[in-house]
């Protein structure tokens, strides 16, 4: 429960994560170690979407088990029920840190609606959503944020659980390709960035919230993808 093999993507934002991931993962690798402040001798590697397992992602405890992390402070099943995200891409760093990605290869993949949880499982995701909103100091109601942009949310709302409640080093990353016509994505970055800071301002969440600098907006050409397939050793950032 909680592995869900993929098909190799033929398009879109499946298509871009598993190339990068499994043919020229430096590529990001060396984004990240730049937006983290690490050196450049540290190491990630990547855990999903990996070819030899499927291009498997992953969601629930087998995220957590995935990447070897145990929440001892404050448990999953006490913070979100049973379907929660399912991650683009994980990864861990040598020095520990945990990478929970989330990508997209066009603007619609934002527009994500709300929950369809039960009314159970609704209350829990409520109670999270209000902590995470009280700890961001976001006073917008929280049924907003469970009915539009869920996605977006409930990603912030697992950062929370990790980095706060338990003091697991891990940082969201949200990926966003450039240049993707097929999908008929955004063609510059700035594209992207005025999406961004539209959700933004529809959650009510500041620039410089108090995880803000554990959330990474990341972007890659595809064209850089397309590129870096098959080179051995470093890509460079353009």
């Known amino acids: ?26 590529l990001i690798n060396e984004w990240l170690r730049q937006a983290c402040g690490f ?3 540290t190491q990630i ?30 448990p999953l099943r006490t913070f979100w029920p049973r379907r929660g995200p399912q991650w683009d891409a994980l990864a861990r760093s040598d020095r520990g840190d ?10 619609g993949e ?6 369809k949880a039960s009314t159970r499982s609704a209350s829990l995701i409520g109670a999270s959503l209000r902590a995470t909103q009280s700890y961001l100091r976001v006073h917008t109601d929280v049924d907003y944020w469970s009915r539009i942009l869920y996605q977006y949310t409930n990603r912030l709302a697992h950062l929370y659980l990790l980095r706060v409640l338990n003091d697991v080093p891990v940082f969201l990353v949200f990926l966003y390709f450039v240049g993707d016509k097929d999908m008929y994505g955004p063609s510059t970055q700035e594209e992207w ?20 600098r554990h959330v990474l907006d990341i ?10 397939r098959g080179r051995p050793g470093k890509q460079h950032l353009e």
């Not at 990547?46 to 992953?58: G, M, T």
């Not at 960035?193 to 803000?212: E, M, Y």
């Not at 972007?219 to 870096?228: E, N, Y």
């Open 110 to 115: 934002i527009q994500f609606g709300g929950t």
């Open 1 to 26: 429960m909680g592995r869900f093999p993929q098909p190799e993507g033929q398009r879109g934002s499946l298509k871009w994560i598993q190339l990068l991931v499994n043919d020229c993962p430096e």
């Open 45 to 74: 590697s990547w855990l999903s979407p990996i070819r030899a397992d499927q291009f498997a992602e992953y969601r629930d405890q087998a995220f957590l088990d995935r990447l070897g992390i145990r929440l001892d402070k404050h």
């Open 219 to 228: 972007f890659i050409s595809v064209d850089q993808i397309k590129r870096g």
């Open 98 to 107: 945990i990478f929970l990605v989330e990508s997209k290869a066009h603007v």
């Open 39 to 41: 050196s450049s001798d």
């Open 193 to 212: 960035k005025s999406a961004i800071q539209v959700v933004k301002g529809v959650l009510g969440v500041s620039h410089h919230h108090r995880l803000s």
